[in-house]
Nanobody
């Protein structure tokens, strides 16, 4: 059983940057593809980005390409999502996910393990 705990959410303005972190409980973390998903109010949860076991391959939703970067540190059993040039439409609850299937597949599957989510909110 993999437990995932996200952190780093907050209130942002358009153009801001924010880095989310996801700490895993499992020392076999390096065996899992990791991903980030998000769910905005009134919308379905959507894929944001994923990274392969070793960190060498990454995949992104078109809406975040060029602005977001996913990375992982297997020694720290943590995955990150660096978000730059934030837009109002990036406001959502962001979830970390883990699965033994490939990072490339993450955009088309429901990962097995999920964190509780961290809120990224836009300031009014």
């Amino acid at each position: 059983q993999v437990q995932l705990v996200e952190s780093g959410g907050g209130v942002v303005q358009a153009g801001d940057s924010l880095r989310l972190s996801c700490a895993a409980s499992e020392r076999t973390f390096s065996s899992y593809a990791m991903g980030w998903f998000r769910q905005a109010p009134g919308k379905e949860r959507e894929f944001v980005a994923s990274v392969s076991w070793g960190g060498g391959s990454t995949y992104y939703a078109d809406s975040v390409k060029g602005r977001f970067t996913i990375s992982r540190d297997n020694a720290k059993i943590t995955v990150y999502l660096q978000m730059n040039s934030l837009k109002p439409e990036d406001t959502a609850v962001y979830y970390c996910a883990a699965d033994l299937r490939t990072a490339q597949a993450m955009g088309n599957i429901i990962p097995k393990y999920w964190g509780q989510g961290t809120q990224v909110a836009g300031s009014s």
